[in-house]
């Protein structure tokens, strides 16, 4: 009989896993204990097909492809491959932070739990379209930022108040656009997506002010534990849901300043 696993067992079969199933499996019934020394995976184990490569050999259709099915299909292809990025670079930080709170461990499992549910959604909807997950090369958009990461408060600060923060805007406008191209379940994935991450963008900005060195304001906390060319211009879209980020309790300084920052491509062009 073996007996319940541990938040560190489950991460290292998750980052090892060679199937996609394999990345699905449910954070359930974990025990916390022994979760230390501190690992720091450089790169997840793939299933076939989903292999990660330079960014340029994985190009994603500009937001006007939303109209064309074909063309929508990559799109969720590249959004399943950001969820498939999350659910193991919350992984990658339980392992890589066995000190860090309770909160923080507790956060980042239940996180995993939705992006894990993200992912299936996305899935769904690419066989929807007559596609397959792992058909379309991905990128380590996302992985590729991991070496970077020294502390929790830059991890909380990179993932949440960066990647998950633009996505709130990327996910209202992609929906908007699946809708007018009269996609009703795809706008509905993206929607269900919105609302779980403005719930992981919260996790972060809490542990940013838990974190935070008293002196300085939340603005100035995450620009100082962001390293570039991730930023402000990254943690936003060309357009900005102020309604999400006051949800997940960014105050007034926050709002206004990221607001006011003119929204960059990774590469630096303007979005
Ligand atoms: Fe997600
Ligand atoms: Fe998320």
């Not at 330079?54 to 064309?68: N, V």
């Not at 499992?109 to 066989?127: N, P, S």
């Not at 380590?140 to 909380?156: C, Y």
């Not at 390293?227 to 007034?252: K, Q, Y």
Request: charged content about 25%.
């Amino acid at each position: 009989m073996t007996g319940p696993r541990t938040v560190r067992e489950y991460c290292l079969d998750l980052l090892a896993a060679e199937s996609v199933g394999g990345k699905l499996v449910p954070p359930d019934g974990l025990l916390d204990i022994a979760p230390g020394p501190a690992i720091r995976v450089d790169s997840p184990s793939r299933p076939p097909g989903l292999t990660i490569v330079a960014g340029r050999q994985a190009r994603t259709p500009s937001i006007l492809g939303m109209a064309d099915p074909a063309q929508r299909r990559r799109i969720l292809h590249a959004f399943a491959s950001h969820e498939l990025q999350a659910i193991e670079i919350f992984a990658w930080a339980l392992l890589a932070f066995p000190d860090a709170p309770r909160s923080f461990r507790e956060g980042c499992v239940g996180i995993i739990r939705e992006e894990q549910a993200h992912l299936r959604l996305y899935m769904d909807r690419i066989e929807a379209l007559g596609g397959h997950f792992g058909d379309e090369p991905v990128s380590g958009h996302f992985w590729r930022r991991v070496p970077s990461i020294r502390t929790p408060l830059e991890f909380v600060c990179t993932m949440g108040l960066t990647f998950e923060n633009a996505n709130l805007d990327f996910a209202s406008e992609h929906a908007a656009a699946a809708r007018l191209a009269g996609d009703e379940p795809t706008a509905a994935a993206l929607d269900r997506v919105r609302r779980d991450e403005i719930r992981h963008v919260r996790f972060a900005w809490e542990h940013l002010l838990l974190w935070k060195e008293p002196e300085q304001t939340p603005w100035e906390a995450y620009r100082s534990n962001v390293s570039p060319p991730l930023g402000a211009s990254r943690a936003r879209g060309a357009t900005f849901d102020a309604d999400c980020r006051r949800a997940a309790g960014f105050d007034d300084e926050f709002v206004t300043r990221l607001a006011s920052t003119a929204p960059e491509r990774p590469g630096g062009a303007t979005r």
